[in-house]
């Protein structure tokens, strides 16, 4: 999907899950439906589409999904990274062991959250990730 572009001040962030309900979810609460963020968001369904809509254009921050087809989280954040390092990744799993989270952080994440996701930690940790 094309994100619209950014309004002045709007930070692009792209969501990335083979699960659309996840991906509108995200999308809804990124964009204002409860309470308007100023952030635009571009989605992607699996990792290569996600390392394309990065080549296309640099989002401030990735919400990417561990397990994908095609192209997982892990091998799609090698390659974000390979294209800019400077990219926070945000990996959202639905596996909550703390060695999967340690190797996603060894792997280049700037943080990890579980599925189900709960809102008020997502914001803490995209606030953290945004921050100049």
């Given at each position: 999907m094309v994100a619209p572009v950014p309004a002045p001040?709007?930070?692009l962030i792209l969501v990335v899950d083979d699960e659309p309900s996840v991906r509108e979810l995200l999308v809804s609460y990124f964009e204002g439906a409860w309470v308007p963020r100023g952030y635009a968001v571009e989605t992607a369904d699996n990792g290569a589409d996600a390392v394309?809509?990065?080549?296309?254009?640099?989002?401030?921050?990735?919400?990417?999904d561990?397990?994908?087809?095609?192209?997982?989280?892990?091998?799609a954040l090698r390659e974000i990274h390979a294209i800019d390092r400077s990219i926070p990744v945000i990996m959202v799993t639905g596996n909550e062991s703390t060695r999967v989270a340690g190797e996603l952080?060894?792997?280049g994440a700037f943080s990890y959250?579980?599925?189900p996701v709960k809102f008020k930690y997502l914001d803490h940790l995209v606030a953290a990730a945004l921050r100049p």
């Open positions: 001040g709007d930070k394309a809509a990065v080549h296309r254009r640099r989002p401030a921050l990735v919400l990417l561990v397990e994908m087809p095609q192209m997982g989280g892990v091998a952080i060894t792997d959250i579980p599925k």
